[in-house]
């Protein structure tokens, strides 16, 4: 599955979020399998109200979301690049991600201590950014000199990769992250290899005070303006406030939110938010026993999206037959969807869409 890790610096409020994130998870969804796989990793469910729809009209005895993997990775301080605090261990957690969810305080409480006596989230995200900078320029000098062997040689994968880590350290020399460099579509996988901390897509979250959930206040607008120059994603959420709300049931959690002028809860914000950071899309499975979300990255072909579900649906891919969730819900279900000749006929060709209800053809 997708991973997205949770860090940030000290008495941000990363544990009360993802505390907040994993419960919740687990109350929403009954029939959900949800685990927390180790003490700081969980899995939750993608919130998607046309999941429900789909199962509404099929009738599906199980609905099952798909998920999105959290890990709080704590211990990430100033200095950790050289050592400090959990130091590498922190940062050999965060090259197992596939983007970064940053937490920053927003919030003045003169009761939790900030570790440098002052809330500045910008300066906050600058200090943070600059240790995985640090990081990636040690990491890639290292491995420079470890493939110099091979690019003599004229290894051509060496060759590539040495072009790529040079590109690389261009930028990160110039105190920038390595996600600024523009990568070829040939280099793309090759780059992703390289495994860099600051090459991971980042959603900056802008933990505020309870009463300011709704409106954001000025920490959060100096985040909002500073994710914008970056092109990085933001989202405002009072982690406290999520904490409350994940221990109330469904009815009283919406009360709840009403009372705050909130119409989602933060967590459904911030979970869509790394889907879309991620660049993933959702694809249905329906029928009367379950209705299920799986997740793509967007333009996934048929077969690979079938190998989501099993490999075997992969190899022996025949055909998918298709109907838009669009066509399903508006129309009234599968039967009626083929009756208006609204189920299409796919091939190994076909880039999957969101929202795709598909059903698929395979041999054994
Ligand atoms: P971590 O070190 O980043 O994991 O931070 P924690 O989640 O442990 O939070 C540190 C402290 O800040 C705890 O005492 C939290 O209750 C408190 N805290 C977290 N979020 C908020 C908030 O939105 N407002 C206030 N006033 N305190 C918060």
């Given at each position: 599955?997708?991973?997205?890790?949770?860090?940030?610096?000290?008495?941000?409020?990363?544990?009360?979020?993802?505390?907040?994130l994993?419960?919740?998870?687990?109350?929403?969804?009954?029939?959900?399998?949800?685990?927390?796989?180790?003490?700081?990793?969980?899995?939750?469910?993608?919130?998607?109200?046309?999941?429900?729809?789909?199962?509404?009209?099929?009738?599906?005895?199980?609905?099952?979301?798909?998920?999105?993997?959290?890990?709080?990775?704590?211990?990430?301080?100033?200095?950790?690049?050289?050592?400090?605090?959990?130091?590498?261990q922190?940062?050999?957690?965060?090259?197992?991600?596939?983007?970064?969810?940053?937490?920053l305080?927003?919030?003045?409480?003169?009761?939790?201590?900030?570790?440098?006596?002052?809330?500045?989230?910008?300066?906050?995200?600058?200090?943070?950014e600059?240790?995985?900078?640090?990081?990636?320029?040690?990491?890639?000098?290292?491995?420079?000199?470890?493939?110099?062997?091979?690019?003599?040689?004229?290894?051509?994968?060496?060759?590539?990769?040495?072009?790529?880590?040079?590109?690389?350290?261009?930028?990160?020399?110039?105190?920038?992250?390595?996600?600024?460099?523009?990568?070829?579509?040939?280099?793309?996988?090759?780059?992703?290899?390289?495994?860099?901390?600051?090459?991971?897509?980042?959603?900056?979250?802008?933990?505020?005070?309870?009463?300011?959930?709704?409106?954001?206040?000025?920490?959060?607008?100096?985040?909002?303006?500073?994710?914008?120059?970056?092109?990085?994603?933001?989202?405002?959420?009072?982690?406290?406030?999520?904490?409350?709300?994940?221990?109330l049931?469904?009815?009283?959690?919406?009360?709840?939110?009403?009372?705050?002028?909130?119409?989602?809860?933060?967590?459904?914000?911030?979970?869509?938010?790394?889907?879309?950071?991620?660049?993933?899309e959702?694809?249905?499975?329906?029928?009367?026993?379950?209705?299920?979300?799986?997740?793509?990255?967007?333009?996934t072909?048929a077969?690979k999206?079938?190998?989501?579900?099993?490999?075997?649906?992969?190899?022996?891919?025949?055909?998918?037959?298709?109907?838009?969730?669009?066509?399903?819900?508006?129309?009234?279900?599968?039967?009626?969807?083929?009756?208006?000749?609204?189920m299409?006929?796919?091939?190994?060709?076909?880039?999957?869409?969101?929202?795709?209800?598909?059903?698929?053809?395979?041999?054994?």
């Amino acid at each position: 599955g997708f991973r997205m890790g949770i860090v940030g610096l000290p008495n941000v409020g990363k544990s009360t979020l993802f505390n907040a994130l994993t419960r919740t998870a687990s109350a929403q969804a009954e029939n959900f399998p949800f685990c927390t796989i180790e003490p700081n990793v969980g899995e939750v469910a993608v919130p998607d109200p046309r999941l429900y729809a789909l199962a509404d009209i099929a009738k599906s005895k199980q609905i099952i979301p798909t998920r999105m993997t959290f890990v709080d990775i704590a211990g990430l301080v100033k200095g950790a690049s050289k050592g400090e605090g959990l130091g590498n261990q922190f940062l050999a957690n965060i090259r197992e991600v596939d983007a970064i969810a940053h937490v920053l305080r927003c919030f003045e409480d003169g009761d939790v201590v900030h570790v440098d006596g002052r809330v500045d989230p910008v300066s906050d995200a600058e200090t943070i950014e600059t240790e995985l900078i640090i990081s990636d320029m040690e990491s890639l000098e290292k491995r420079l000199q470890n493939i110099v062997r091979k690019v003599r040689g004229g290894d051509k994968e060496a060759i590539q990769q040495e072009r790529l880590m040079k590109m690389a350290l261009e930028a990160l020399n110039e105190g920038k992250p390595a996600r600024v460099v523009e990568v070829a579509e040939d280099d793309l996988k090759a780059w992703r290899m390289l495994q860099l901390l600051t090459s991971k897509p980042v959603l900056y979250v802008c933990n505020v005070a309870e009463d300011e959930a709704a409106t954001g206040n000025a920490h959060s607008e100096a985040v909002a303006k500073m994710a914008a120059e970056q092109g990085n994603a933001h989202v405002v959420i009072s982690a406290r406030i999520e904490e409350e709300i994940s221990q109330l049931d469904a009815e009283e959690a919406e009360m709840f939110l009403s009372e705050m002028g909130l119409d989602e809860a933060g967590l459904d914000r911030l979970i869509k938010a790394g889907y879309n950071l991620l660049k993933l899309e959702t694809y249905f499975t329906v029928g009367p026993k379950e209705a299920r979300a799986w997740t793509i990255p967007v333009g996934t072909s048929a077969p690979k999206a079938a190998g989501v579900i099993h490999g075997d649906f992969e190899k022996g891919f025949i055909r998918a037959e298709t109907i838009a969730y669009d066509d399903f819900v508006g129309l009234g279900g599968e039967q009626a969807a083929k009756d208006a000749g609204k189920m299409r006929a796919e091939g190994k060709g076909y880039v999957v869409k969101d929202g795709d209800v598909m059903h698929f053809l395979f041999n054994n």
